[in-house]
Nanobody, 125 residues
Framework: VQLQASGGAVVQAGGSLRLSCAAS????????MGWFRQAPGKEREFVAA????????GYTNSVKGRFTISGDNAKNTVYLQMNNLKPEDTAVYYC???????????????????WGQGTQVTVSS
């Protein structure tokens, strides 16, 4: 599967963005799908994910209640809706696919087999 992330931009604190991850080659429903982010000088961190079955969805604590991960099978695209953005959300955001996911999702980057190229999100204060 190939993944293409888009939707990053510069936004003021309190604003919203929706990131998109377009999948090609295979349907994203064949994978657990996740969003990660990496700020300068920091390690890549888990943001949100859902399992291949779609039964389970999870978020890192710092984005709970503000971010929502979803998927559109017809468009073969996964989204990350981000509301009430904060300066600490500034990072490059990556979408990823986990071919071993079934009923559970992973929060570890090493579990994911396929990665998109990343899209920059900058939140100004």
């Amino acid at each position: 599967v190939q993944l293409q992330a888009s939707g990053g931009a510069v936004v003021q604190a309190g604003g919203s963005l929706r990131l998109s991850c377009a999948a090609s080659g295979r349907t994203f429903s064949s994978y657990g799908m996740g969003w990660f982010r990496q700020a300068p000088g920091k390690e890549r961190e888990f943001v949100a994910a859902f399992s291949r079955s779609g039964v389970r969805t999870g978020y890192t604590n710092s984005v709970k209640g503000r971010f929502t991960i979803s998927g559109d099978n017809a468009k073969n695209t996964v989204y990350l809706q981000m509301n009430n953005l904060k300066p600490e959300d500034t990072a490059v955001y990556y979408c990823a696919a986990d071919g071993n996911s079934d009923s559970f999702y992973s929060t570890r980057p090493t579990s994911y087999d396929y990665w998109g190229q990343g899209t920059q999100v900058t939140v100004s204060s």
